[in-house]
């Protein structure tokens, strides 16, 4: 089952706010977005508008934010109300997404790891190169699918788990559990090889293909110390992942 937002959208939010995501996975997309300025781009599954607004700071002219789940985009609505940035946000399947005008930079965090199979997979990577100019980029963060399962338990430092249901195989439930202030948190991923991920971006047609590591800021280098980012980054239990259209 597909994890429904809806009902979670206030939680999710809260869970943007754990010490991996900001001192890891805040910081790598920002130092892999690099200089945005002028460009136009999509947020694809852009939940409540957390990395679209990050764009739009840093300086893209126009940002898009697209999302499936009703509720995400009322909470991204919100705080576009609340402190206006100028982001479009509309609710829709990234798979079925047709740009009225391609973008210089498309951005996904944590789409392509709701496909479910490799067709699914494919249609969200169709739409991707479809909404591209030529020369454009896809950066993208997912589930890493080379984190070893026995990997699993490091989470426990840093406030998540993850757990495998059944065996690994293309589209076995990965469920990830967040442990926030109010109780747990659980979403539900599904697994494809990094061999198949590379496949479905290559047949639509993109290219030069590269696996970036995680990066730790320098505050969570300071206030935690390296050893205590040692196991994450070891063993990443996240993927990002930049490509372009030739
Ligand atoms: C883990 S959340 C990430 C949200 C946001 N990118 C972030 O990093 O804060 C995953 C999001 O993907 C959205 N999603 C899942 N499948 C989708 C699809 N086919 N098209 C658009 N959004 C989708 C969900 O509704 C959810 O908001």
Redesign the pocket.
Known sequence: M?????DI?DQ??E??YQLWRTHI?RYTILNLVGDIANQTVV?????????SRMLKRLGAVDVLG????Q??IDLAKAEESREPLGIDFQV??????QASEPFDFVF????L???SNFD?LTE?CHAIFQSLKPGGRFLT?NNNPCDPVANFSIGKTYEYSKRLEGDLVEGAPII?TFILPEGPLS?T?YYISKERLEQALQEVGMRDIRWHPPQVSPEGQAEFGEAHWQPFLQSPPVAFIECFKA
């Open positions: 597909p994890t429904n937002y809806d959208a999710y939010k869970a943007k996975e947020d694809l599954a852009c939940g409540e508008g957390f990395y697209l999302d499936l789940s509720g995400m829709g399947d990234a798979r079925e997404f996904a965090a944590y789409l790891n709701y496909a699914e969200m963060v990830w979403i991923n």
